[in-house]
């Protein structure tokens, strides 16, 4: 079983569930660019983000770990400038304007060592004055145990065939870890054609813990809020929070 890498079927579901993004969030993250800027997309799965940047003139460069997301990023904009890479394997000589990580992707990491390790290296990437924007899941996205798996979605793919999530979550209070072990099963009628494990495991922050390691990596101005449209974060009873660090 492999931990949140994004299979064949598991892009397909997302690709079918996902195909563009939520307005108020791509405006957020639009928010922050300027035709002229060095743009950078890392974890940019299908392009449901990068691919508006391009269609606004953006000069915006993206990175995922995911042959197949990369893929289905390819069949939207076979000119997108993308590059198959870990977040940690990946160098670039170029340093950015602007750097987002969209969609509480930063949770994936739930090594707190190779989280930290990657904010370095984002705000090694960046310009002087370059923006470093991000989401996280928080503690109140906590969801119920559930030891026993069960069916969480089912859709259509365009052959006909049927597509179900099947998953379960359990919650570890220590390490405010949550384990969402996820199998995706491909049917034609009631045939068994592909199955998928996932790994799927994401840390739950709670407000002020993100922000002492944004701090001792050495971001100079930090703000976190709560919503697309800059409301400060004053407390957990949000599902996500949304970081602005400059160096």
Not at 72 to 79: C, G, H, N, S, V
Not at 83 to 110: A, M, N, P
Not at 116 to 140: N, P, S
Request: with cysteine; proline share 2%.
């Amino acid at each position: 079983m492999t931990k949140n890498y994004y299979g064949s079927l598991c892009t397909e579901m997302y690709a079918i569930l996902h195909k563009d993004a939520p307005q108020d969030e791509l405006s957020f993250y639009l928010s922050y660019a300027e035709k002229g800027m060095k743009i950078l997309e890392p974890l940019c799965g299908s392009g449901r983000f990068l691919v508006p940047f391009l269609e606004r003139g953006m000069d915006i460069r993206g990175m995922d770990l995911s042959t197949e997301m990369l893929a289905k990023l390819k069949e939207k904009a076979p000119t997108a400038k993308v590059v198959q890479r870990d977040i940690l394997e990946y160098d670039s000589e170029e340093k950015y304007d602007y750097i987002f990580i969209s969609s509480g992707s930063v949770s994936l990491f739930t090594d707190m060592k190779t989280c930290i390790a990657i904010l370095q290296k984002m705000k090694y990437m960046l310009k002087k004055d370059g923006k470093f924007i991000f989401a996280v899941d928080t503690v109140a996205d906590r969801c119920p145990d559930d030891l026993d798996y069960h069916t969480l979605i089912s859709v259509k793919t365009k052959e006909g065939f049927d597509l179900v999530l099947k998953g379960k979550n359990f919650y570890d209070e220590e390490t405010h870890t949550q384990f969402s072990p996820s199998i995706y099963e491909l049917y034609n009628a009631m045939e068994l054609l592909q199955q998928e494990k996932m790994d799927f495991q994401t840390h739950l922050y709670e407000l002020g813990e993100m922000e002492s390691y944004l701090r001792d990596i050495g971001f100079k101005k930090i703000n976190v809020y709560s919503s697309y449209d800059k409301v400060i974060a004053e407390n957990n009873q949000t599902e996500m929070f949304l970081y602005e660090c400059t160096v």
